[in-house]
C-alpha cells in the first residue's frame, strides 16, 4: 500500500499549527483527527479536514432592565431563532476588535466592550465546534439599528426564557433571567 502524506491541525503552545504527518490510509487519517484532543479545543473532521474550535463573540447591551435580543432570519442558519449581536472572530483580531466590528455591521454602533459575563462551548451537528463568549457592552454611539436580522428587540430580564433562543445561548440565558449573571454594578433584574 503506498503511504500518503496528510497534514494535520495541532495544538501548541503558540496556537494551531499545520504539521506534516504520514498515514497508510485517509481512514486512518480520520481516525487520528476525530480522536485527537488537545487543550480543550477538540479537533473534528469534516470529509478528512480537520478544523478548530471557532471563536465567537457576543454583545450584551443593557438599558432599564432590558438586554437587546436579535432573530435571525429565516434564510438563515438556525431560522428565526433569537441570539445576542456578534459573529465570529476573524484571523487577527482579538476578541474585543471582532465583536465592536460585528456591531457596527449588525447594529451600526460603535462600542465599549466591558467584562466577559460569560463563555460556553457548543457544537451544532454538522458544524465545527463553537468557543461562544458574551461581553458586558458598557456603552455605544449611535443608536442600535437593524442592519442584518430578521428583528431586534429589547427584552426584559426576566421574561427571556419566552424567546426561542439559539441553543448554544440557552444556558447563559436561563443565568441572567435568573440574576445569577450580571454585569459589573448592576442590580438584580428586578431592580
Known sequence: M????NAVLRQGPHGWAERAVRFA?????AA?????????????T??????????VVAGVLFEHGRVLICQRRADDHHPDQWEFPGGKVEPGEDLEQALR????????????????????????????????????VTAYSGNPTNKVFAAIQWAAVGTLAHFDFLEGDREFVAQLDAGRVRPPGVGSPAA
Open 25 to 29: 490510509s485517509t481512514a486512518e487519517l
Open 101 to 136: 466590528r460585528e456591531l457596527v455591521e449588525e447594529l451600526g454602533i460603535d462600542a465599549r466592550i466591558g467584562a466577559m459575563l460569560w463563555q460556553t462551548q457548543h457544537q451544532y451537528p454538522g458544524r465545527q465546534p463553537v468557543c461562544l463568549r458574551f461581553f458586558h
Open 2 to 5: 503506498r503511504r500518503r502524506r
Open 32 to 44: 487520528e483527527l476525530s480522536t485527537t484532543v488537545r487543550g480543550g479545543d477538540k479537533m473534528t
Open 46 to 55: 469534516h470529509a478528512g479536514i480537520a478544523a478548530a474550535t471557532m471563536q
